[in-house]
């Protein structure tokens, strides 16, 4: 793109003059305090002086929204919409201009709602105007602007507006619907002028457009001049994105700037000319294929087709999530666990090859191996989705697949996916032969270790117990030796206490901070008094041996993580055993949400539950030992100083090793709280963990217990029963009372929740698409009724 110095340079030194000559346009029908709209009254909008644009009412979905349109002769081209993520509103709500110079909006239920954000030392408003530069604005007094729509941007800008460092657009839904979407536009501060999906982590790996002026000799600005010139201004004249003069020898010319829903940005010429036709051209683009929008298609599919006729497909190996809307992406059209269960995996797949098709994801690994090799080598690995192979290179990724498109440039990448071959009968089949050698082995095995143990012990029990004697008691020694210096200045070294050292670090158990199924937790300090710490009895673990108990506390001890409490020590003497914790001060989530005098509003309550979504992540997925945590629930939920919530409590966890999918544990825990297939079943899985989790997703969002027996009616005793019953009659203002959350936010923190508590453990997510489901980047389908009984122990 070429650079021309001397036209931009001038614009920047015109701009000033030309946007606050737009702001402060004189309008001889300003409104007057006290004028009001409404869908069913004979003014739904104010008109600018031209004509040409107008703010109020105009149609969305089953309802209205308020907004800036053009004002077209065939249909209304939307600008700008107030509070854009509210739902619609009813043919009988009423926009005010109080005579207290409020912009007050009225619902047909009687809600009053404020569509403007003015500082309160600036109010009040004593009239306002929808002005012919597309502005909308309140004034104080004469032309003092007090609030102004081109300081709020949503998904377009128009001509004689500004994009300013630190500001983005946010595409519509649809062209009918201008809630926010998926796409974001954003004015860096490096000058750099980029797009990114919504939720993405805003860095290069994620970014599918930029301006490429990511350098000190760019201001940090987009204009688009009522000329139809787009550009970003700089030191050295700066670089011009578009040049769309049109030649206005009849009529009026008008240019906007978009971030369409597709996600490319684009610009448009709207012509009216003086008959009252219009007519609209699309004269830049910043990109041409639909398919290199990163997110265009969902995850785990892939984008196919050129232009604006871009399709989605589904990786081979998978089914559309919704057929009807195939942009949502797709899941997988086999049981993954069956790779786990099965001794010989390679017999239930088959190895699909795609050429030329691509994604953007990281890979767990890489390895240099021939292209038959590649597919093999995924079709042996559980963990493996699919492969990329180029270059002599074989890269796996893990699902979900993000991003993906056909790249016909790539045409020596070749991608392997695992495709069940519907073959499960090996996942039954018996396997008495092997069993029977496996058996035989073990006896001769087992009668030669008994011979030979007896003739040992008979030849030199004395000598042993001599030296066993002997070795307690040097350990015991050295151990008690040891631990007088000990300190915690190695930050993740998991220490060794003993038990007189805690005694008196906790004043002989004095404060006892809590109480749980494996005993007691009591307060105490260590390091001369400097570092609090929280010391747990455990009084019901006799039976663990202390090796087993050591392994698992280790293993425990290796994981790091913000969302976990830390285990910074132990103590086994005898029967004695004792954890040291970090110390939280904060108290629990359950002292926050059930207890507390004022609960945290709602987007600490959505930050607390991506905190412990987090933390679970980590222990499934990401750890060094898979951990299947067992006893998720807000009194195993902390909060430290600065109200980050942490996982506690690793009293019933169980480690899984690389070949395992399940742990067996027998039916304890908190009754509430636990999945409806540890009463069935010894054996637990990662899914028993979600089922927890989404219990208390649900206990987040309506800040009560899970059963609760003083309610009003009998449906509401089992909050997952009635929180699903809230969803399918769309009533789900009831499950938050009277507090102000976000409409769209509250319906996916409730989708997750009940997804995560269904009955059957495959049709839960796993912690990543939890994840990605509440933070937005992933669509939700429906949930069934996830309704059950009440388990009791």
């Not at 390895?367 to 590649?374: D, K, L, N, S, T």
Request: proline share 4%; hydrophobic share 40%; with cysteine.
């Amino acid at each position: 793109m070429a650079s021309i110095p001397v036209l931009p340079l001038l614009l920047v030194f015109l701009l000033p003059i030309h946007a606050n000559a737009q702001r402060n346009q004189s309008n001889s029908n300003k409104i007057p305090l006290g004028s009001s709209l409404s869908p069913n009254a004979n003014r739904t909008s104010w008109i600018s002086p031209s004509g040409l644009f107008a703010f109020g009412f105009y149609p969305q979905d089953d309802g209205f929204a308020i907004g800036i349109w053009l004002v077209n002769q065939t249909e209304k081209t939307i600008i700008w919409t107030a509070n854009r993520d509210y739902p619609p509103v009813s043919f009988n709500a009423t926009l005010n201009f109080t005579i207290d110079g409020i912009l007050l909006l009225r619902t047909e239920q009687g809600r009053e709602l404020s569509i403007i954000d003015v500082d309160q030392e600036d109010l009040p408003a004593t009239s306002a105007a929808m002005l012919d530069s597309g502005n909308f604005v309140l004034y104080k007094h004469s032309n003092v602007i007090i609030w102004d729509s081109f300081d709020f941007l949503t998904d377009t800008i128009i001509g004689g507006q500004n994009i300013s460092s630190g500001y983005n657009l946010v595409s519509s839904v649809s062209i009918s619907d201008h809630s926010s979407g998926s796409y974001s536009l954003n004015m860096q501060s490096d000058g750099n002028l980029v797009a990114y999906p919504v939720n993405s982590s805003d860095d290069s790996n994620d970014a599918y457009w930029s301006s490429g002026t990511n350098n000190e000799d760019y201001y940090g600005q987009l204009t688009l001049t009522r000329l139809g010139v787009l550009f970003l201004p700089g030191r050295f004249g700066g670089r011009i994105l578009a040049n769309s003069s049109y030649p206005d020898k009849n009529g009026t010319t008008i240019y906007r700037a978009t971030l369409d829903a597709d996600g490319i940005f684009r610009l448009y010429l709207h012509h009216f000319k003086s008959d009252n036709s219009s007519s609209m051209l699309m004269k830049w683009s910043a990109l041409q294929n639909q398919c290199e929008v990163s997110g265009f298609c969902g995850l785990n599919s892939y984008c196919s087709g050129m232009g604006s006729k871009a399709y989605c497909n589904c990786y081979p190996g998978f089914d559309f999530i919704n057929t009807s809307n195939k942009f949502l992406g797709c899941h997988q059209s086999y049981n993954e666990d069956d790779c786990i269960r099965s001794e010989d995996p390679i017999m239930l797949y088959n190895i699909t090859s795609l050429q030329s098709v691509w994604w953007s994801d990281h890979p767990y690994s890489v390895i240099p191996i021939e292209e038959e090799g590649c597919g093999k080598s995924c079709l042996e690995d559980c963990n493996c989705g699919a492969v990329l192979y180029t270059g002599a290179k074989c890269s796996k990724y893990k699902l979900p697949l993000r991003y993906g498109r056909i790249k016909n440039e790539n045409k020596s990448t070749m991608a392997f996916f695992r495709v069940s071959n519907g073959n499960t009968e090996i996942l039954d089949r018996p396997r008495q032969v092997h069993v029977v050698l496996i058996e035989s082995k073990r006896s001769l095995i087992l009668i030669l270790s008994i011979i030979l143990g007896l003739v040992l012990c008979l030849c030199f029990v004395l000598a042993t117990s001599t030296i066993l004697v002997y070795r307690h008691k040097f350990d015991r020694y050295k151990k008690l030796s040891e631990n007088v210096n000990l300190g915690l200045a190695e930050e993740f070294t998991l220490q060794s206490f003993s038990y007189n050292e805690l005694e008196i670090a906790t004043d002989g158990f004095k404060e006892e901070l809590g109480r749980g199924s494996f005993g007691a937790v009591y307060k105490g300090t260590i390091s001369k008094g400097d570092k609090i710490i929280s010391v747990k009895r455990l009084e019901n673990a006799v039976e663990e041996g202390e090796r087993e108990f050591r392994a698992e506390i280790t293993a425990i001890a290796r994981t790091h993580h913000k969302n976990l409490v830390r285990v910074l020590g132990f103590c086994i003497e005898g029967p004695r055993k004792l954890l040291v914790y970090e110390y939280m001060k904060n108290g629990s989530l359950a002292d926050l949400i059930f207890k507390s005098q004022r609960a945290p509003v709602w987007k600490e309550r959505i930050r607390i539950a991506l905190d412990v979504a987090r933390g679970l992540l980590y222990l499934h997925e990401e750890s060094e030992v898979r951990i299947i945590h067992c006893n998720i629930k807000p009194q195993n939920i902390l909060m430290d100083d600065n109200w980050i919530a942490k996982i506690s409590d690793f009293g019933f966890a169980k480690l899984l090793m690389s070949n395992q999918s399940r742990a067996t544990m027998g039916a304890e825990g908190t009754s509430a709280y636990l999945a409806p297939e540890w009463e069935k079943n010894p054996l637990i899985s990662l899914q028993t963990d979600i089922y927890s989790f989404g219990i208390v997703l649900l206990e987040i969002v309506c800040c009560r217990r899970s059963i609760e027996v003083n309610v009003p009616t009998a449906d509401e005793i089992i909050l997952s029963n009635w929180v699903y019953n809230c969803f399918a009659a769309g009533q789900l203002a009831k499950l938050v009372k009277d507090e102000n959350v976000e409409t769209m936010t509250l319906e996916r923190m409730v989708k997750v929740g009940l997804w995560c508590v269904q009955e059957d453990p495959a049709l839960r997510p796993s912690m990543k698409n939890v994840i990605l489901m509440l933070e937005g980047t992933i669509e939700i389908p429906v949930p069934p009724s996830p309704v059950h009984p009440i388990v009791v122990h």
